[in-house]
């Protein structure tokens, strides 16, 4: 495979990409999945230990902004849609390699363009479905 075939780089491009955002939202969301267990975990034992009040509700608090953020910037749905994106376009590089399934025909170089970039069109639809749908303001009763 040429170093400078567009179609080849581009799938590598995005296949990088999708890995290393979903890497980093997976990490992003079980650092503060992890962090709102553990301050949660907190609240009983300050109440029990009668500290102030506000100092009880301000850690209740900490709670409810870290779960705010996480329904805001959506770490959970990200980490699994672009994982779910890399392996679809790891298993297209994969059967184009092999030159089998949908790539044994004699135009497998354009068919892999059109599939990547059907894969990573899909994935940015989700993408801005879903953020849309977490960013509209709910609706007054």
Same mark, same amino acid.
């Given at each position: 495979? @040429?170093?400078?075939? *567009? $179609?080849?780089? !581009?799938?590598?491009? #995005?296949? #990088?990409?999708? =890995?290393? /955002?979903?890497?980093?939202?997976? &990490?992003?969301? /079980? &650092?503060?999945?992890?962090?709102?267990?553990?301050?949660?975990?907190?609240?009983?034992?300050? @109440?029990?230990?009668? @500290? *102030?009040? @506000?100092?009880?509700?301000?850690?209740?608090?900490?709670? $409810?902004?870290?779960?705010?953020?996480? +329904?805001?910037? #959506?770490? %959970?749905?990200?980490?699994?849609?672009? !994982?779910?994106?890399?392996? =679809?376009?790891?298993?297209?590089?994969?059967?184009?390699?092999? #030159?089998?399934?949908?790539? &044994?025909?004699?135009? !497998?170089?354009?068919?892999?363009?059109? !599939?990547?970039?059907?894969?990573?069109?899909?994935?940015?639809?989700?993408?801005?479905?879903? %953020? +849309? &749908?977490?960013?509209?303001?709910?609706?007054?009763?």
């Amino acid at each position: 495979m @040429a170093e400078t075939d *567009p $179609v080849w780089e !581009r799938l590598t491009e #995005q296949l #990088q990409w999708y =890995s290393s /955002k979903g890497a980093a939202a997976q &990490r992003t969301y /079980k &650092r503060v999945k992890f962090a709102q267990i553990a301050v949660g975990a907190s609240v009983p034992v300050v @109440a029990a230990l009668s @500290a *102030p009040a @506000a100092v009880t509700a301000t850690i209740a608090a900490a709670v $409810v902004v870290a779960e705010g953020a996480q +329904q805001l910037f #959506q770490w %959970h749905t990200s980490w699994l849609q672009y !994982r779910s994106t890399a392996e =679809s376009l790891k298993h297209e590089k994969y059967l184009y390699l092999a #030159q089998s399934g949908p790539y &044994r025909a004699n135009d !497998r170089r354009a068919l892999l363009a059109e !599939r990547v970039e059907a894969l990573t069109s899909s994935e940015h639809t989700t993408w801005m479905t879903e %953020h +849309q &749908r977490h960013s509209e303001p709910a609706a007054s009763p």
